[in-house]
């Protein structure tokens, strides 16, 4: 934890509110340490501490999203939260300059610290053994219709018309994987189709909700 009297200012950046609603009530408690400054509707004109990146639906291979907030001169660390750690991802993302990459399955304490830590100069790399379920008090559109984080990440890259194949490989999935995790979806939604499972995600929330990213474009 570093030593400071003000709380460390934090954005949060992700295109669908209920990912950013549910991540700012899980860090409420700790408003005494972590400010979240919402950034929603108009342009970035203030300065933050750290830009805090999640990647729910968002293409994890292309590190368009993430280099924008690193060239951005109003967020001072870039941070990634998500639970996909596959090597080439981290790698990729420590040479373009990130200066944190944290996993959703870290409990909201453990969270805060390595905010604090990365506030504080440290690079922190939170990598887990093995895939666990995210950590309690975040939230993902489907969630209520017992979509998992990942199936629903599937189900807004669906929604959004990408084909399998490159879900595959913006996820860093297998094909096979892919395939799983849709008969998974159709099953749980009762979609007998691509089509069917499309209009689901549109009247469910699975389309983006905002415009974040875009903000910190027109940032700079």
């Known amino acids: 934890m570093t030593d400071r009297s003000d709380p460390v200012r934090i954005a949060l950046i992700d295109d669908y509110d209920v990912v950013v609603d549910g991540l700012a009530h ?3 408690p ?9 950034l929603v509707d108009e342009p970035v004109a203030v300065d933050v501490d750290i830009a805090l990146y999640d990647t729910f639906a968002q293409p994890e291979s292309d590190h368009f999203d993430f280099c924008t907030l690193l060239e951005n001169p109003y967020a001072s660390r870039v941070v990634i ?3 996909s750690f596959d090597t080439g991802l ?5 040479r373009h300059g990130v200066h944190g990459y944290l996993a959703k399955s870290l409990p909201a304490g453990h969270l805060v610290d390595a905010l604090e830590a990365v506030h504080g ?8 053994h093995r895939r666990v379920n995210s950590a309690p008090g975040l939230d993902w559109p489907g969630r209520d219709h017992g979509l998992t984080n990942r199936e629903s990440e599937i189900l807004a890259l669906i929604t959004q018309g990408r084909s399998n194949a490159e879900i ?3 996820s860093y999935l297998s094909p096979n994987t892919v395939k799983s995790y849709i008969r998974a979806i159709y099953r749980k939604i009762v979609a007998g189709s691509r089509t069917q499972a499309v209009l689901w995600g549109v009247n469910h929330g699975f389309a983006p909700s905002g415009h974040r990213i875009d903000n910190w474009q027109s940032g700079g």
Request: hydrophobic fraction near 55%; aromatic fraction near 10%; avoid cysteine.
């Open 168 to 170: 595959a490989s913006l």
């Open 90 to 94: 981290v790698a990729a993302a420590r």
């Open 30 to 38: 700790f408003r005494d340490r972590l400010e979240v400054v919402e």
């Open 81 to 83: 939260y998500t639970w």
């Open 26 to 28: 899980m860090l409420e």
């Open 121 to 128: 100069g440290e690079i922190v790399v939170s990598m887990p």
